[in-house]
């Protein structure tokens, strides 16, 4: 296998030929490292392809059982979840948030609904005071700042990436209804019953198969402030309170946490598969995890806007739903505005077109420098359509 070639394992239908090319591409054009991609039609797997290396000093392959950090991309099963609770009447995504988390009420976040939290409109973007990766892994800790702070602007008017605290958000909301955080939540009601190889945080038993993420080029000093002199407070709370990259996600206090916005672990089989709850409305693998009507409202869009922390970067204005973006404009997850999904800071993608019946999950361990849209990504999503 060499460094540019690298050998291409799994199974790909010759319709979808298209997107084997371009995931060998991805490796001999794009600096791929090592990676896997996932596409679901109808509930079928009708590509699953793996290759490349899973550390940096390329001494491991990428086999078909390795698992990565997905970070953002983790936040559609954390969507699902709450969205499994409102569709058993537990919970009513138009409530107050502080009708199932009282203390949420302080510093007049009274009127924050539900709605807010998964739609990154609740204006806590991130926390007003210093926030340690060590005090991100405290859930009680972060989860009571969080009840505490006074929001960034005013809730339900607009959206602002809530990068880091949508998953303790949403999940203190999981975790008040249900009595489960969120990452035992969906092993008992999804990637249990449906054998999903994906957990939120990552099982010490489990470390041997995990890729090393891989820095994006790295940014010098003078870079970094130009970077920074352009973002709002809230936006640097969202992206930089605490600040996480590579090497954080790599170590084991990350990969024992549980961040529900970040460190999901899993295969692009599974990115795949869940993402594929969402492409069957709500169907997967002969099993109905949410009723039709509640898969569709994943995708009730919530108002397109410059997006508070992430706008600079998109050409159009986005849209976010309950839980997950639209593709819109920009065809993020293809040319359907109505398809939608979540990318993971780096490069990973989970896509859902329940028009067209398709899912998509993609992993890697290079990180690029995108938030969202990161070229290897729209080259397979370009390639996908094309065969469709």
């Not at 891989?214 to 809230?234: C, G, K, Y």
């Not at 505005?337 to 028009?355: I, T, V």
Request: aromatic fraction near 8%; charge should be negative; glycine fraction near 12%.
């Amino acid at each position: 296998m060499s460094e540019h070639e690298p050998d291409v394992h799994g199974h790909c239908d010759a319709r979808f030929a298209a997107v084997r090319l371009a995931f060998e591409e991805n490796f001999r054009d794009r600096d791929e490292l090592g990676a896997a991609v996932a596409v679901t039609v109808d509930g079928e797997t009708v590509v699953d392809l793996w290759g490349g290396w899973a550390d940096a000093a390329r001494t491991r392959a990428w086999e078909r059982d390795t698992v990565v950090n997905v970070w953002s991309t983790t936040k559609g099963p954390t969507a699902l979840c709450a969205h499994i609770l409102a569709d058993r009447g537990l919970l009513d995504l138009d409530a107050p948030v502080a009708a199932y988390w009282p203390e949420f009420a302080a510093a007049g976040k009274e009127k924050v609904l539900v709605r807010h939290l998964l739609s990154h409109r609740a204006g806590l973007s991130g926390l007003r005071e210093p926030h340690s990766l060590e005090q991100l892994y405290d859930w009680e800790l972060t989860t009571a700042r969080l009840a505490a702070t006074e929001p960034w602007w005013e809730p339900g008017t607009v959206s602002g990436y809530h990068a880091l605290t949508y998953g303790h958000l949403v999940g203190e909301v999981v975790r008040r209804v249900s009595g489960l955080r969120p990452g035992a939540f969906l092993e008992r009601e999804v990637t249990g019953p449906l054998g999903i190889d994906f957990t939120i945080g990552l099982p010490q038993r489990e470390s041997g198969r995990a890729a090393e993420l891989v820095h994006p080029r790295a940014v010098n000093s003078s870079e970094q402030a130009a970077i920074f002199s352009q973002l709002t407070p809230a936006a640097i709370a969202a992206l930089a309170n605490p600040l996480a990259g590579a090497a954080e996600a790599n170590t084991p206090a990350w990969r024992a946490a549980e961040i529900p916005a970040a460190n999901g672990h899993g295969t692009a089989r599974a990115v795949a598969a869940l993402y594929g709850v969402f492409a069957g409305r709500g169907s997967h693998g002969g099993r109905r995890i949410l009723s039709a009507e509640a898969a569709e409202r994943v995708r009730e869009g919530q108002g397109s806007c410059r997006d508070l922390v992430l706008g600079a970067g998109f050409e159009h204005e986005t849209e976010v739903g309950l839980g997950l973006w639209l593709s819109g404009p920009n065809g993020s997850y293809g040319p359907d505005p109505r398809a939608f999904g979540h990318d993971g800071f780096g490069g990973s993608c989970g896509l859902a077109d329940p028009d067209a019946g398709v899912s998509m999950g993609y992993t890697m361990n290079r990180m690029g420098p995108h938030i969202a849209d990161d070229p290897r990504k729209m080259a397979l999503v370009d390639a996908l359509y094309r065969a469709l």
